[in-house]
């Protein structure tokens, strides 16, 4: 019972103070575990019998209407303009200004509603990816 009271204490305490980066307190912006596996996509393999495990490298959140607008644009160059964050062990906890914002890892380039996000002001968004780079097809 003492263990369900500490922490649920402690679960207050987190929604109250908001998320820490780095010493500093995120009050706006997305928290989540960013999972990562790559591997054989021919056949193409069902999502089920992919593996992952937590993802340690550089987060970028391209604004959506960027990407819209990008046309035939230079996407490395969109994409390291973009904010990042370097996650390790999957743990993703990003400051971000209100937008809706794609999110993508280094080497892997997706564009679904999966990994688009909308942050709106005062808020955390509690949210986990997936992303599987195929090595073949």
Do not use: H
Not at 35 to 63: H, W
């Amino acid at each position: 019972m003492n263990k369900i009271i500490i922490c649920t204490l402690c679960f207050c305490f987190l929604i109250v103070t908001g998320c820490e980066k780095d010493g500093k307190t995120v009050t706006t912006g997305v928290i989540g575990i960013v999972e990562y596996g790559q591997g054989d996509c021919m056949p193409s393999p069902a999502t089920i019998t992919r593996e992952y495990s937590n993802y340690t490298g550089k987060i970028y959140f391209v604004l959506k209407e960027d990407w819209d607008n990008l046309g035939n644009g230079d996407f490395t160059q969109l994409k390291n303009n973009s904010i990042n964050v370097r996650i390790k062990q999957g743990k993703l906890s990003a400051e971000l200004p209100v937008g809706i914002y794609l999110v993508i890892p280094e080497d892997v380039y997706m564009y679904s509603d999966e990994n688009t996000i909308t942050i709106q002001f005062g808020e955390i968004l509690n949210k986990d990816f997936k992303f599987f780079k195929c090595t073949s097809y």
